[in-house]
């Protein structure tokens, strides 16, 4: 009777143990397929005729008129399937104004315009002008320096972009960490490839361990989430060697957040040199290598 019982408690814990070991696959499965679909709405986001594989251009204005079009005699050189000379941008007070050339069909907002006032991307409304595929607006970053962002809608990268190879997703690489806020917060500053650094708040500290091993990081407040600017041991090797981007959830009432380095991504400087990306502050150097997230793509502009 005693041995039919053990039998018994055996074939229970095996089933047991059957049934947690199906539980933590389709639990694994879920998050890989969660990753991917996360990875997957970003690549597409990539690819829209706008998106970031979309530049072409990025030319700093100087103040006073800034003439522009294909032609090698203006002071702002657009591609070749731009007409010879478009119009002239006019730099003043921090204002910038355009002038159109008659006759040229360059819209703003689907109306075409001959002059406009034109607002930056610093007001989340930039004044978008388009030419046939091409569009252009107007950027401000540190130091008042402004600038024009061209894109092409037909660019040869963004026919030929086909993905972006990642390390395999791994619960590993997604990191429990305690959020430890900043009484005031922190000024931090973050250097950009401008070469003109900006000061930023950071609202508090996450700390984590990884292998037993303890580090930190300071996210900068996104609205909504934490965003993160952060090196690590793959940079310039296996990943983009200026560093990745990361956005994490806020923390819970408990003051815990996760950290999900399977979501890290190349910022858009590891696919053109026409963008200006911030950089890790230098708190946010990890001495670990982060084997999670997008890999470097193509050539290393910065």
């Keep these: 009777m005693i041995i039919v019982n053990i039998k018994r408690i055996i074939m229970l814990i095996s089933i047991m143990l059957v049934f947690i070991s199906c539980k933590k696959e389709e639990e694994d499965l879920s998050y890989i397929n969660e990753v991917n679909d996360w990875h997957g709405n970003r690549i597409n986001s990539l690819k829209k005729p706008d998106g970031w594989l979309s530049l072409v251009g990025l030319h700093w204005l100087k103040e006073g008129e800034n003439r522009f079009g294909s032609d090698e005699s203006n002071d702002i050189l657009f591609i070749n399937k731009a007409p010879s000379f478009i119009g002239s941008f006019y730099l003043k007070d921090s204002v910038v104004t ?54 092409d809608s037909e660019n040869d990268l963004l026919k030929s972009f086909d993905g972006i190879e990642r390390y395999p997703v791994s619960k590993k690489w997604r990191v429990e960490a305690k959020y430890i806020p900043y009484d005031p917060p922190k000024r931090i500053i973050i250097p950009n490839v401008t070469g003109v650094p900006e000061e930023e708040l950071s609202p508090g500290k996450i700390l984590f361990k990884i292998n037993g091993k303890e580090f930190s990081l300071d996210p900068t407040d996104a609205g909504k989430r934490f965003f993160l600017t952060f090196a690590d041991l793959t940079n310039g090797e296996e990943t983009y060697g200026a560093g990745r981007f990361l956005y994490i959830d806020k923390p819970d009432t408990a003051g815990m957040v996760y950290i999900d380095f399977n979501k890290a991504y190349n910022p858009p400087c590891a696919f053109t040199k026409f963008a ?7 708190d946010n150097m990890l001495k670990i290598a982060v084997e999670a997230g997008e890999k470097n793509f193509g050539e290393s502009y910065h």
């Design 276 to 282: 200006t990306c911030p950089l890790p502050p230098k």
């Design 98 to 151: 355009v002038k159109i050339k008659k006759g040229l069909d360059v819209f703003l907002d689907s109306i075409k315009i001959e002059e406009a006032v034109l607002e930056n991307d610093i007001t989340g409304k930039p004044s978008i002008l388009k030419y046939g595929t091409l569009s252009w607006y107007v950027i401000k970053r540190a130091g008042n320096k402004y600038g024009i962002r061209v894109k």
